[in-house]
């Protein structure tokens, strides 16, 4: 079946370290997303990616970093330098033109310990 | 004011009951239109894609699109408690360089057996 892999589904971070969520798609999509879900505040953009090698920041990428190396794999990189992790990460997909809807994974739950 | 505004409920409805869910926008730059649904811990579901104003029937679902008064609309019929969860809408701003998705905060429904 294809689809969209996120691993693991629950993740703890100490203070000062870093982290990295995985994300993993079979659907031969272009465009690779990562969004951060807090309640009440619906989803936000932190970095998208539409082709290989190439990523841009959304609007909220300040203590994420991400990489691109291939095209079915985008980690989620979580750095100490941000300083509120505690959400729920979703990764989405899309075939990249620009009226193509997006397809998410089942996301991961940080928390920080 | 957000850009897409969304009831975030929560909803009670008996089952067997007609829901409605709605989203009103404010940027005419929004085309393209979806439902997703969210269950507790779990990724948004696409349920409902569609551009046109009118409306777009998908078995005991119905989306919506009111372009001219910039509002959508999410109608589940003969509803179950299997269709309880978060209904978010989303949209894309075909005004931009990318697939960019615009969330509402989503909709929180129970449907009581």
């Known amino acids: 079946d294809g689809g969209i892999t996120q691993s693991p589904k629950y993740l703890f971070r100490k203070e000062g370290q870093n982290v990295t969520l995985s994300c993993e798609q079979n659907?031969?999509?272009?465009?690779m997303y990562w969004y951060r879900q807090d309640p009440g505040q619906g989803l936000r953009l932190i970095y998208y990616s539409q082709i290989v090698n190439d990523f841009q920041k959304g609007d909220i990428a300040e203590g994420y970093s991400v990489s691109r190396e291939k095209k079915e794999s985008f980690p989620l990189t979580v750095t100490s330098a941000q300083k509120n992790p505690t959400a729920f990460y979703l990764c989405?997909?899309?075939?990249?033109?620009?009226?193509?809807?997006?397809?998410f994974g089942d996301g991961t739950r940080l928390s920080i310990l | 004011q957000k850009e897409v505004e969304q009831d975030p409920g929560p909803l009670s409805v008996p089952e067997g009951a007609i829901v409605s869910l709605n989203c009103t926008y404010s940027n005419s730059a929004f085309q393209y239109f979806m439902w997703y649904r969210q269950y507790s811990r779990k990724g948004p579901e696409l349920l409902m894609y569609?551009?046109?104003?009118g409306n777009k029937e998908d078995g005991r679902f119905t989306a919506q699109v009111d372009k001219s008064s910039k509002y959508i609309s999410l109608f589940i019929r003969d509803s179950q408690p299997s269709d309880s969860a978060t209904y978010l809408c989303a949209m894309i701003d075909v005004g931009g360089a990318t697939n960019k998705l615009i969330f509402g905060t989503g909709t929180l429904l129970a449907v009581q057996p």
């Open positions: 569609t551009y046109s104003s």
């Open positions: 659907l031969n999509h272009d465009a």
């Open positions: 989405a997909s899309s075939r990249g033109a620009t009226n193509q809807p997006q397809h």
